[in-house]
């Protein structure tokens, strides 16, 4: 079964400050896919990137970027200049051949 | 399209009573999840149907909880004989299945109180 951890219960950031939150992954699978998402305090699961194994290249999407180390099966997002509004928790989420796991999150507060 | 729909919003209950919930995917998507969610918690897979085919069921989904999805459209999650551990966010999501990224948009999510 796949393992997905997230070490960081909490973490803070300064506004316009650049943050990583860390992910890391157990799987025997093959091929596969991460994804981090996030939920504010409304509740909503908003996707914000993916990656997968097979990609040669770091996904970015805008502010957000992930970075994979495939050897060491870890997908950290890293935000640069962080805003109040990412105040949120984050998700790390593993995809094997079907169903997507969840990490236990991380909370992200962002301070002026 | 609106994205995906949950309803109700909020329900309470007390124990041993039956809830559904019930969840309207994007038009164009045909794999919807359901996913359970307690406090400080990520979400924990429950079930998902392809079409109107359920494919995959959680060993969390116990006897008391049915999920249908009848003509490969909406679907509900109905849990009978209610209990205090049943307390949850319940989320949907769904998908349109494809090699790569399939990802899954969630809804706003149907918070159960259970007293």
């Known amino acids: 079964a796949q393992k997905i951890t997230q070490t960081q219960p909490g973490m803070f950031v300064q506004e316009k400050e650049a943050v990583t939150l860390d992910c890391t992954y157990d799987?025997?699978?093959?091929?596969?896919?991460l994804f981090w998402y996030k939920q504010p305090s409304s509740g909503e699961m908003i996707f914000l990137i993916y990656?997968?194994?097979?990609?040669?290249q770091n996904a970015t999407e805008g502010r957000y970027s992930l970075n994979f180390q495939k050897a060491r099966k870890s997908a950290n997002l890293v935000i640069s200049a962080s805003q109040l509004g990412d105040s949120a928790m984050y998700f790390c989420a593993f995809r094997g051949y079907s169903t997507l796991t969840f990490g236990k999150g991380t909370m992200l507060l962002v301070s002026p | 399209d609106t994205g995906v729909s949950q309803d109700p919003r909020h329900k309470i209950t007390k124990r041993g009573q039956n809830v559904t919930f019930r969840c309207d995917p994007i038009s164009e998507h045909n794999r919807l999840y359901w996913y359970r969610q307690t406090l400080g918690q990520g979400p924990e897979f429950l079930t998902y149907f392809q079409n109107e085919a359920q494919l995959e069921k959680s060993r969390l989904l116990s006897d008391r909880f049915s999920a249908e999805r009848p003509k490969g459209s909406f679907s509900t999650l109905e849990i009978q004989r209610t209990e205090q551990g049943d307390s949850a966010m319940y989320l949907c999501?769904?998908?349109?299945?494809?090699?790569?990224?399939?990802?899954?948009?969630f809804g706003a999510g149907s918070r159960l109180t259970v007293l």
């Open positions: 990656q997968g194994s097979y990609d040669q």
């Open positions: 999501a769904s998908s349109y299945y494809r090699a790569g990224a399939n990802v899954l948009t």
């Open positions: 799987t025997s699978d093959p091929s596969y896919g």
